[in-house]
T-cell receptor
Framework: DAKTTQPNSMESNEEEPVHLPCNHS???????IHWYRQLPSQGPEYVIH???SNVNNRMASLAIAEDRKSSTLILHRATLRDAAVYYCILTPRGSGGSNYKLTFGKGTLLTVNP | KAGVTQTPRYLIKTRGQQVTLSCSPISGHRSVSWYQQTPGQGLQFLFE???????NKGNFPGRFSGRQFSNSRSEMNVSTLELGDSALYLC?????????FGPGTRLTVL
């Protein structure tokens, strides 16, 4: 499986935008980019996913570089509730349920200051 | 819709015992995956079931097993518990893209 590299930690102030980077230089052409987050004492939560184009949903935006070797999760206005560990995960597209096996790295611990 | 539910939420066992954990997926989701989370190893994939069949398996010993019922509910079993099995066990279901996780079962092995 292709690997991802994320900073160990980042800090933000409340109501400011946050840009969480992820490098995936060995990504293959059919790998999807997923982001999950895990709030303290909870299971991981799906945030967003994309393949080539930038994506937006009610939680966040995903900006994917043109060469797909990196991506950025954007939280437009951080709140205290966004403090969590954010995971960038690649999943291969294919048959046999390969999309259902997530390989989590260490993620980025986001601290949001009031 | 109700989320993924896991029971029990907390469990204490002793070495050598066995344990069964239960997971009820979101209604309509046919795929259920199980993960183990420990401070040292992070989140690791155990196995995935779809339509009562194990479709994917992680790198865990045979003491870890699971099954899925016709209503998509799933159970995982750990036999001959070891101290290192103390962890948060998470279950996730998916409609296809995006996995929806339950709150987990915290297992402590003494």
């Amino acid at each position: 499986d292709a690997k991802t590299t994320q900073p160990n930690s980042m800090e933000s102030n409340e109501e400011e935008p946050v840009h969480l980077p992820c490098n995936h230089s060995t990504i293959s052409g059919t790998d999807y980019i997923h982001w999950y987050r895990q709030l303290p004492s909870q299971g991981p939560e799906y945030v967003i996913h994309g393949l080539t184009s930038n994506v937006n949903n009610r939680m966040a935006s995903l900006a994917i570089a043109e060469d797909r070797k990196s991506s950025t999760l954007i939280l437009h206005r951080a709140t205290l509730r966004d403090a969590a560990v954010y995971y960038c995960i690649l999943t291969p597209r294919g048959s046999g349920g390969s999309n259902y096996k997530l390989t989590f790295g260490k993620g980025t611990l986001l601290t949001v200051n009031p | 819709k109700a989320g993924v539910t896991q029971t029990p939420r907390y469990l204490i066992k002793t070495r050598g015992q066995q344990v069964t954990l239960s997971c009820s997926p979101i209604s309509g989701h046919r795929s259920v995956s199980w993960y183990q989370q420990t401070p040292g190893q992070g989140l690791q994939f155990l196995f995935e079931y779809f339509s009562e069949t194990q479709r994917n398996k992680g790198n865990f010993p045979g003491r870890f097993s699971g099954r899925q019922f016709s209503n998509s509910r799933s159970e995982m079993n750990v036999s001959t518990l070891e101290l290192g099995d103390s962890a948060l066990y998470l279950c996730a279901s998916t409609p296809g893209f995006g996995q929806y996780f339950g709150p987990g079962t915290r297992l402590t092995v003494l």
